[in-house]
């Protein structure tokens, strides 16, 4: 059972991973969240008076939500109570909430700081309620997941939303030489390295800072691991006391870069949103970058060839219909030939379409179609435009007045299609834009065409004309 007195209880440093030896103690050795934490900011403020009640942080990994939790109780004198939603239920919820009760008949405080709080189900979410109304704890989640979507609405209401942004990439450099320079809890303090090579110092080109602060992508936590992963794989040079980090040894070490992505998470949503309207404002350059990014981050091909053909017949239309062509030969393309080179399929079909002229004219005519099928009376297909394949039918009028059109001159016949009540309505409006223009033109022709002086009866009356007149 988790107690709450030993939950509380820091974490030994003894063999700790670099990054739980370089976890900040102070607001002033905190890096990043300036905007949150810098003087006179809400969220500063709030901590040194001693003011905070509930609070969700909401960012991406390793950019100090755990950290500056810790480091809000410990400047509040509280204590904190990490708790888990991978591993615990409504069970362990309860004992520590009856721990914390007993705590705070005590006259003591107590932050429940509960990671990965998307994770618990509204049943679990909901039984923070009533402990955090009664000010039983301070509870402080932290998700990588929009709280909009992943927190009940309740528990929402009762706690104030930070959002905390990824480190800037000369942030994580000056972490990484921090590391280097801090011989007490630095990478040369108490670990694996320093006990089994023993090496006086580590020397790294800037270069290799660089290099490894990229492949971290703003998360703090992913930079000290990579630091220890090259450290260890460093071997000594000149001096054999010193090891020397250099880029091509951080390159070799590390492979290829980390991409935060997440299948069903926001991110997916976000990059295939900038992807969508990067190709509609016809920007190749960018097209091409979210492209990639997204097959880089491991999202799934087809999903990425879906979306081009839905915005080739979107977006772009009759405007240049061989855009729809490209679409599904790009995708057909990967199928042929997988990754990687089937990349370069879908790479070259998002440098078409956003070259392609651009019309929604197709796409809003198919949804005002859709409107009025949906929102007027469905009337009976007109008389002339039945078949009439029996000669009851021909009775009855059916085929009267259909004009075959190419018996036709222009084969383009004065003949009202649809039904009387939506007479003369217009869905598709052609763009003048690429191919849409000589479509415009045609359809001009077209109607003027289509609306002769006296043209034949209505279909009300047509409908309405008995056998006699067959």
Known sequence: MMSLFDASTPPSQSGAPLAERMRPRTLDEFTGQEHLLAPGRPLRAQ????????????????????????????????????????????KEIRQVMADAEKLQAHGRRTILFVDEIHRFNKAQQDAFLP?????????????????SFEINSALLSRARVYVLRALEQEQIVGLLQRALQDRERGLLGNSELARERRPLGVEAEGEALQHIALFANGDARSAYNMLEAVAASAVPSGDPAVLRLTKELVSDTLQRKMLLYDKGGEEHFNLISALHKSLRNSDPQAALYWTVRMLQSGEDPMYVA???????????????????EQALAARDAFHFLGLPE??????????????APKSNALYTAYGEAQGDVQQTQADPVPMHLRNAPTALMKELGYSRGYQYAHDVPGKVAAMQCL??????????????????????????AVER??????????????????????
């Open 47 to 90: 901590i040194e008076r001693d003011t905070l009640g509930s609070l969700i942080f909401w960012g991406p990994p390793g950019v100090g939500k755990t950290t500056l939790a810790r480091i809000i109780a410990q400047r509040t004198q509280r204590v904190f109570v990490p708790f888990s939603a991978v591993t615990s239920g409504i």
């Open 131 to 147: 402990y955090v109304e009664k000010g039983t704890i301070t509870l402080i989640g932290a998700t990588t997941e929009n709280p």
């Open 306 to 324: 879906r979306r081009m053909v839905r915005f080739a017949v979107e977006d772009i239309g009759l405007a240049d219909p061989r855009a729809l």
């Open 342 to 355: 089937g990349g370069l399929a879908l790479a070259q079909a998002a440098v078409y379409l956003a070259m």
């Open 419 to 444: 039904p009387d009540n939506l007479r003369d309505r217009r869905y598709y409006r052609p763009s003048g834009a690429g191919f849409e223009r000589r479509l415009q033109e045609l359809l001009e």
């Open 449 to 470: 065409k289509q609306r002769p002086e006296a043209s034949a009866p209505s279909t009300t009356q047509q409908s309405q004309a008995g056998p006699s007149e067959a």
